[in-house]
């Protein structure tokens, strides 16, 4: 896992990190998309409201609410020579290698004019163009690395934590539910110190109600969908977000579904 600089107030301008993310009219994942950031896509930010972040879009001024999570700074200068030296990818679809780890991208994403190349002070490297395909359920997860969230998203371009987990056990034969509350009433209840990889943790809210899923690898660590699709540290009180230095989910249950 690689620490990345987390946007903040002090910042004016920044890039989007991730494949696409949804442009909102308020500042909330229930509100309605107005248009979308792609990977690449230079922005200038306006104020924040906690999480969310409203924009405005270089390439077409569009402006909006995102989720600040799907955003990396820019000083002036670093702005300037990307908006310079970008061009816009034709492929339809490329695994790109980020500091992050890797990364789906699709066509019209902004990248550099060789396959190695830089924004601001982050290193990228374009890889061959092809989809995923993978066997292993831990590896079919990892494929929707730095997927941006999107609520009620199901697919590489936009995914929620409860569709995140449908679709990758698709992959495998189980046919779960759309939401995580009801997944949660599935498969063989596992104590945390027994957890293995392809488990599925649920976490609560306060008043005990299931609001997030996501999927155990070994360590043991979680992958889910908070922001983007990411890996975390799984701790028995909950999931723990290194870059923020906080606990950010709950721990309520833990089901096995595969042996």
Not at 55 to 76: A, C, F, M, R, V
Not at 205 to 210: A, L, P, R, T, Y
């Amino acid at each position: 896992m690689n620490k990345i600089k987390l946007i903040t107030s002090k910042h004016r301008y920044g890039f989007c990190l991730v494949a696409v993310s949804p442009i909102r009219i308020t500042p909330s994942d229930k509100s309605e998309i107005v248009s979308q950031l792609i990977f690449g896509e230079p922005i200038e930010i306006k104020n924040f409201e906690n999480q969310w972040v409203k924009i405005q879009s270089y390439l077409d001024g569009y402006e909006g609410y995102i989720d600040g999570k799907h955003i990396l700074p820019l000083t002036p200068k670093e702005l300037k020579k990307w908006i310079e030296n970008k061009i816009y990818m034709t492929a339809p679809l490329a695994f790109l290698k980020t500091p992050w780890g890797k990364q789906l991208i699709s066509k019209g994403s902004l990248i550099g004019e060789m396959e190695q190349f830089k924004i601001g002070d982050f290193d990228f490297e374009l890889q061959a163009s092809h989809l995923p395909t993978s066997t292993n359920l831990w590896e079919s997860a990892l494929d929707y690395l730095n997927t941006s969230y999107l609520w009620g998203g199901k697919s590489m371009f936009g995914i929620d934590c409860s569709g995140f987990s449908q679709a990758v056990f698709r992959f495998h034969g189980i046919n779960l539910p759309r939401d995580s509350k009801e997944q949660v009433l599935l498969g063989e209840l596992i104590d945390f110190k027994d957890c293995q990889s392809g488990d599925l943790a649920y976490f609560s809210n306060v008043e005990g109600k299931i609001i997030h899923v996501g999927i155990i690898g070994e360590n043991p660590e979680i992958i889910h969908a908070s922001g983007r699709v990411r890996i975390d540290e799984l701790k028995e009180e909950g999931i723990w977000n290194e870059d923020m230095k906080l606990l950010t989910h709950k721990l309520n249950v833990i089901k096995r579904l595969i042996n």
